[in-house]
Nanobody
């Protein structure tokens, strides 16, 4: 079973940058895709970004387009989320997850990492 561990985040000032990492227990290329999600206090978990390994295509939520970049390092079995121009509304717990094939939902959720943006 795939396991992932997120790291990075912390307290960041508005307008600042931060990079999250997600280390997978299997070769990232063996999964169909990996994604980042986040959950703000009192809100449901929402999609942030994803990367599909077959063609390295990426997808972003409208709220982060142009500010966040998802990338992967298959040699390290790690996915990154570079977050720039952070806003207070980016605050939340960020989760990494994997998707085993086109028809599967995201699973193998990590424990999450807190990102707090101070305004």
């Amino acid at each position: 079973q795939v396991q992932v561990v997120e790291s990075g985040g912390g307290l960041v000032q508005a307008g600042g940058s931060s990079r999250l990492s997600c280390a997978a227990s299997v070769r990232t290329f063996s999964t169909y895709a990996m994604g980042w999600f986040r959950q703000a206090p009192g809100k449901e978990r929402e999609f942030v970004a994803s990367i599909r390994w077959s063609d390295l295509s990426t997808n972003y939520a409208d709220s982060v387009k142009g500010r966040f970049t998802i990338s992967g390092d298959n040699a390290k079995n790690t996915v990154y989320l570079q977050m720039n121009s952070l806003k207070a509304e980016d605050t939340g717990v960020y989760y990494c997850a994997t998707r085993t094939n086109y028809y599967a939902k995201y699973g193998a959720w990590g424990q999450g990492t807190q990102v707090t943006v101070s305004s």
